[in-house]
């Protein structure tokens, strides 16, 4: 099985091969058949791989399958090979990726139905989770980077899908400009790491970076520029404000790139380099003080949002910053816990607001929905459970995700535990009020939007099931000891995060402590999302149209802290200014006037010049070449 | 049939002929048969070549024994990529081409530039490779007063000035290096061997950065570049952009470094500094620029730079890096231009307002100009990344923060071509781009071949760096360690 690896990637960038260049020739079904299926196909070898990972952990081995493709690059003492890594971190990663992949392809088929582009989508969507997959199987930082930068590719071609609208193509190239940003901070985090460890193999470097000291300065700028990557991929302060604009692609993709997966790459890659991480403790604060941060930015502004796919939007930056904050207390098990459970209740967030916006005929304002749940019973039910997943009320997945993170950062400094839980009520009152505003209530549409209403067809429910009941029970991968858990999930991991263990000690709470932050979460959960059934199901209360005058507080939740406007009148438009000014100032008139100047003063040379103008070009030529051959022809009878 | 002569003559008697060709159906199809042939000779060169730092195909006579000058020409691996980017890219500049109804008068200056080109990346003989430079600058300069734009005599007397005050400092250092040479003569060994004093070395470096600085160009060298590629038909910025500009780097490799390398000492910083000032500052440029093509000349300004810091940067990564960046750079020009050709044409204006909306009456060309833009902008498994990635390394390793700032190029440079990809390809359509016609004919030709290299070098670029990788290498160690 292990053989196969290859084959993992490889199937979805044949699905993008045929349905790109049959774009125009394959039927739709077909097209749809060809995208999911060999996103499946990558499914069921993932499994296949898995079950060996799994069998050697069983078995107490740590797990670890290369496998090298080809040279890619050689320079000197540089080699770079296009290689493949299978440990139990990607190898979880791989089942996500595709397994939800799949999903999400299957639902894409009756989503995108009716669109001219349909052929165009899948293709796209393959080559996401070809990328993707480079990402997660790179067995050295190069191969990562280019999963890396594909996936930022497939971001910008299906955010900017519907280019025809001129702000979605704007959306698509700000996520691609700002991704690139973070890009940097990767490439020369790699030129480092090079320059440090002589290769950029992952095998090479963490057992040598094991026997570097804590606090190491290397280490710590290779850390902090990784982390500028992952603030750009995963939409991190202060590089997060393109992932709220990514909603303009549709749904399928915010749920597959914008949620489950590609924002988490991130994660996974500060995971992957955890013993890094580790040795640098100053770093690890910065992360947690911009995990923290976002968290609470993100789930501040997403309270006041009133387009159901920026309140899921804003969610899920808060919820990846939920998992920065897990990162840097030393959580790496809880924070791809999260990644996990996340992928999953996320991912159903969104397809069900897809089949919101599906029925609504293309609504996306929540003030013109209302009561839906009668007409959509499944999309309400299986959303139902994704909000009290995310929720994190017992016994749903993201209470033991969430719990995980929590009592690691209570064990580390109680005041992020206070931070955190203060963003939790949050989560719990947007969320609810999404669900509230959407699915109870009066129906607040035009009649033309009431007639239309209708349960999307089984392609979009069925995935929808499937997410809702791994988001019920995805917590039971990790319950934590303190509940009788076996925490299957992180002794499955246990060879990747062991370095770090060794250094930083293993985390110890006590069981009562635990008991007690879990039952406040709990309760408190409970009761947010009371308050907020009171505040939009028993008042009725809808949010205001959009220049109502609102409070300070809530204008600025409401205008997103002016975060864009900021950047605006910080970087983009000083930018613009500079760029005129070096036109026309520096080049035009400066350097270009200087030279005009000097060849002025060396006279009327263009005398001579306009001789050109009243040539024969074919006497020139001829001249030339006579030339030429004159010249040879005499060295070679003379030589 | 690796004989270099005949590499080297038969574009010249293929100009000779077309020189007589008036009809211009005849001369199109015989020019593209006879960059065809030229394409096809350079084959054996390619077969027969070994990939290690020899001097391989030599051939040498006296041509003008009296002045000491020789005929001396060779192939090693540093200048195989550039004569296998010269012939691979001809063909392609004479079918983009195809849409305009040149004479044969055009085509035989195309074919007399293709053998100056070769001759400088060949030459072994300083005069020789002078010969070479000015045979390759004198048929541009007609292509661009005979078939430019508006401006072309007010822009191309700027060109002609710039360019013939570099080759007469080129000239004097020429002239002044073959009258220290013992034996007399005007051999790159030669000159290699000579032990000149620093003070000497360092206006000899001047004398030929200048030269070649204006060719690439280097910041601030540059202000004929932008409107000279703007100014000139497609075919001959296309010439200029992507295999002329090879010619400054080249020489910079093998004629300046090596030559006064205690001149490079003294000034290989400041060079290399200049150069990552323009990355960033014809990147900055290019942000607000509304004409297509100067666009592109700008990006053009910042792509040369990063090759060039590459070169200055003098390590096996960097130059490695630099010389698959002038391949990668010659086919992602020829297929930017060629696509804003295309557009161009077709809606009679090179204004990107007047754009928009092309990627829906003309998917195959959105796709295929998205595939380019990609490449320019260096994106992994694109040709682009190699090059940028190799360079930005190389730079990294003479110092942090030359790679840091020489590596905005890969935020600045997303801005720019995104926002022209956008301008041009995306939003929506206006009346002038809702009838635009998708790619056809030898359009689909030319696209195709720079598509598939771009992808194809992007995947598999060892063949083409185990070319240069053995001389390279013995290259910098003949110079050895540069004390700064």
């Given at each position: ?20 260049l ?10 749809g058949?060809?995208?999911?299926g060999m ?7 993932s ?21 090298a493709?080809?040279d890619?690059?050689?320079a000197?003492?540089l ?5 493949f890594?299978v ?24 989503y995108?139905?009716?669109d001219?582009?349909f ?16 990402l997660?199987?790179?067995?050295n ?46 490439l ?22 094991a ?8 280490l ?6 990784l ?25 399928p993709?915010?749920?597959l790139?914008h949620a ?24 690890l604060q910065?992360v ?10 993100a789930?501040?502004?997403a309270?006041?949002?009133?387009d ?9 930056v ?14 790496f ?8 459970t996340?992928?999953f ?15 609504m ?9 209302g ?7 499944v999309?309400?039910l ?10 994190g009320?017992?016994?749903?997945s ?14 580390d ?15 719990v009152?947007?969320m ?30 069925i995935p ?7 988001a ?9 000891s303190a509940l ?9 991991l246990s060879?990747?995060?062991?370095d770090?263990v ?41 949010p205001?149209s959009?220049d ?10 409401y ?24 036109y ?17 003063s ?11 103008q009243?040539g ?24 | ?7 080297l ?9 077309l ?8 001369a199109k ?14 084959i054996?060169?390619l ?6 730092a ?10 003008i ?8 020409v ?16 001809i063909?392609?500049?004479?079918l983009?081409?195809?849409s ?34 000015e045979?390759?600058l004198?048929?541009i300069?007609?292509i661009c007063a ?8 007010r822009?191309n ?11 007469l400092?080129?000239?004097?250092a ?6 220290q ?11 290699y ?16 950065f ?24 497609t075919?001959?910025?296309?010439l ?10 080249y ?13 490079f ?5 400041l ?26 000349a700008y ?18 990564q ?14 992602s ?11 161009s ?11 928009g ?22 994106l ?6 190699i090059?940028?990635f190799l ?8 110092g ?8 905005l ?15 041009v ?24 071949v720079v598509?598939?290299?771009?992808i194809?070098?992007g995947?598999?670029?060892k ?22």
């Amino acid at each position: 099985m292990i053989d196969l690896i290859w084959l993992i990637p490889l199937l979805p960038l044949v699905g993008f091969l045929v349905n790109g260049l049959g774009r125009n020739v394959l039927p739709k079904s077909l097209v749809g058949v060809i995208g999911s299926g060999m996103v499946l196909a990558s499914f069921l070898l993932s499994c296949g791989v898995f079950s060996v990972v799994y069998a050697a952990r069983q078995a107490g081995e740590a797990a670890s399958f290369t496998q090298a493709i080809f040279d890619w690059i050689n320079a000197g003492n540089l080699h770079v090979s296009l290689s493949f890594l299978v440990d139990p971190l990607s190898a979880v990663m791989l089942l996500i990726v595709t397994g939800i992949g799949f999903l999400i392809h299957v639902y894409s088929i009756g989503y995108m139905k009716h669109d001219a582009g349909f052929a165009k989508f899948f293709a796209f969507l393959n080559l996401f989770i070809f990328f993707m997959l480079l990402l997660v199987l790179g067995s050295n930082y190069i191969v990562m980077f280019i999963g890396w930068e594909g996936v930022g590719l497939c971001s910008y071609l299906l955010i900017g899908f519907w280019f025809k609208n001129s702000a979605y193509a704007s959306a698509a190239k700000k996520a691609f400009v700002m991704n690139r940003i973070g890009d940097l901070g990767f490439l020369i985090a790699v030129f480092l790491l090079f320059a440090t460890f002589g290769t950029l193999e992952f095998s090479g470097i963490f057992p040598q970076a094991a026997n570097m000291l804590v606090g190491d300065t290397t280490l710590l700028v290779i850390t902090l520029l990784l982390f500028v990557a992952a603030t750009g991929k995963s939409a991190q302060i202060p590089l997060f404000t393109w992932l709220p604009d990514a909603m303009a692609g549709p749904t399928p993709v915010s749920a597959l790139i914008h949620a489950a997966t590609m924002v988490t790459a991130g994660i996974y890659m500060i995971a992957r380099s955890n013993i890094l991480f580790t040795l640098s403790p100053i770093t690890l604060q910065v992360v947690t003080a911009i995990g923290i941060c976002t968290a609470l930015l993100a789930a501040a502004i997403a309270v006041t949002q009133n387009d159901i796919k920026k309140v899921l939007a804003y969610s899920t930056v808060s919820q990846l910053g939920y998992m920065f904050l897990g990162l840097g207390v030393g959580a790496f098990t809880g924070a791809f816990f999260h990644v996990i459970t996340h992928a999953f209740f996320k991912a159903l967030l969104f397809l069900g607001a897809g089949s919101v916006i599906h029925a609504m005929s293309d609504e996306q304002d929540m003030r013109s929905m209302g009561g839906l749940k009668k007409q959509l019973p499944v999309t309400y039910l299986t959303m139902l459970v994704g909000t009290i997943a995310i929720a994190g009320i017992p016994p749903l997945s993201g209470f033991f995700s969430k719990d995980e993170l929590l009592a690691h950062a209570f064990a580390d400094n109680k005041l992020l535990w206070v931070l955190g839980f203060i963003g939790a009520l949050f989560t719990v009152f947007y969320m609810f009020r999404m669900l509230f505003l959407t699915f109870f209530g009066k129906f607040r549409g035009t009649a033309e939007q009431a007639s239309h209403l209708h349960e999307s067809p089984a392609t979009m429910t069925i995935p929808l099931i499937v997410l809702a009941v791994l988001a019920a029970v995805g917590g039971l991968l990790n319950v934590p000891s303190a509940l009788g858990g076996s925490q299957a999930l992180a002794d499955f991991l246990s060879p990747v995060f062991a370095d770090s263990v060794a250094i930083k000690g293993s985390f110890h709470l006590e069981h009562s402590t635990e008991y007690v932050l879990m039952g406040i979460s709990a309760l408190a959960a409970v009761v947010m999302a009371i308050i907020a059934y009171r505040q939009y199901v028993t008042k009725n209360m809808v949010p205001t149209s959009d220049d109502a005058p609102r409070s300070l507080l809530a204008r600025l939740s409401y205008r997103k802290f002016y975060v864009d406007e900021l950047y605006d009148a910080l970087v983009v438009r000083p930018l613009n200014t500079l760029s005129v000014f070096l036109y026309r100032i520096v080049d035009n008139w400066g350097i270009d006037g200087i030279v005009n100047g000097l060849s002025r003063s060396v006279g009327e040379s263009g005398r001579g010049i306009r001789l050109l103008q009243s040539g024969n070009v074919g006497f020139y030529i001829f001249m030339m070449v006579i030339a030429i051959v004159v010249l040879l022809a005499y060295g070679f009878f003379n030589g | 049939m690796d004989n270099l002569f005949i590499l080297l003559l038969f574009p010249v008697l293929g100009a000779l002929v077309l020189a007589f060709v008036a009809h211009a159906k005849t001369a199109k199809w015989l020019a593209l048969l006879m960059s065809l042939i030229s394409l096809g000779l350079t084959i054996p060169f390619l077969v027969n070549f070994v990939p290690d730092a020899s001097m391989q195909f030599e051939q040498r006579f006296a041509w003008i024994p009296s002045l000491g000058i020789h005929f001396h020409v060779g192939i090693d691996g540093i200048s195989l990529p550039l004569v296998l980017l010269t012939n691979g890219l001809i063909p392609l500049i004479v079918l983009s081409a195809f849409s305009y109804d040149y004479k044969g008068g055009f085509y035989a200056l195309v074919l007399f530039m293709q053998a100056g080109l070769l001759l400088v990346f060949t030459a072994l003989d300083a005069f020789a490779f002078y010969v070479g430079w000015e045979v390759a600058l004198i048929p541009i300069y007609f292509i661009c007063a005979l078939w430019g734009g508006e401006n072309r005599i007010r822009v191309n007397l700027k060109f002609f000035i710039y360019t013939f005050l570099g080759s007469l400092l080129m000239l004097v250092a020429i002239i002044y290096l073959h009258l220290q040479v013992p034996s007399d003569d005007y051999e790159l060994t030669s000159f290699y061997q000579l032990t000149l004093d620093s003070s000497t070395q360092r206006w000899i470096f001047w004398a030929f950065f200048i030269a070649f600085a204006i060719k690439m160009p280097i910041f601030p060298f540059h202000t004929w570049q932008p409107d000279t590629y703007t100014e000139a038909p497609t075919a001959g910025t296309m010439l200029l952009a992507g295999i002329m500009l090879k010619m400054g780097v080249y020489g910079v490799i093998r004629w300046l470094i090596p030559v006064a390398p205690l001149g490079f000492a003294a000034y290989g910083q400041l060079a290399l500094i200049l150069c990552v000032i323009g990355v960033v500052y014809a990147s900055i440029i290019a942000f607000k620029q509304h004409d297509v093509k100067r666009l592109v000349a700008y990006s053009s300004i910042a792509h040369v730079g990063l090759i060039g810091a590459g070169i200055f940067a003098w390590n096996v990564q960097s130059m490695q890096g630099a010389i698959i960046q002038m391949v990668n750079h010659g086919i992602s020009v020829v297929g930017l231009f060629f696509v804003l050709d295309i557009v161009s044409r077709r809606l009679g204006t090179r204004e990107m307002s007047a754009m928009g909306g092309i990627a829906k009456p003309a998917p195959s060309l959105a796709l295929v100009f998205l595939v380019i833009v990609m490449g320019a902008v260096g994106l992994p498994l694109t040709n682009g990344f190699i090059g940028e990635f190799l360079l930005l390394l190389g730079v990294y390793e003479y110092g942090l923060w030359y790679a840091v700032f020489a590596g905005l190029t890969l935020i600045l440079g997303a801005v720019y071509m995104l926002r022209m990809y956008q301008k041009v390809m995306l939003g929506d359509m206006n009346a002038r781009t809702s009838s635009f016609a998708d790619i056809k004919g030898s359009e689909w030709v030319v696209l195709a071949v720079v598509v598939v290299l771009v992808i194809g070098i992007g995947i598999y670029p060892k063949p083409l760096l185990d070319i240069s990788e053995a001389a390279v290498t013995d290259l910098i160690d003949k110079v050895g360690p540069i004390e700064r």
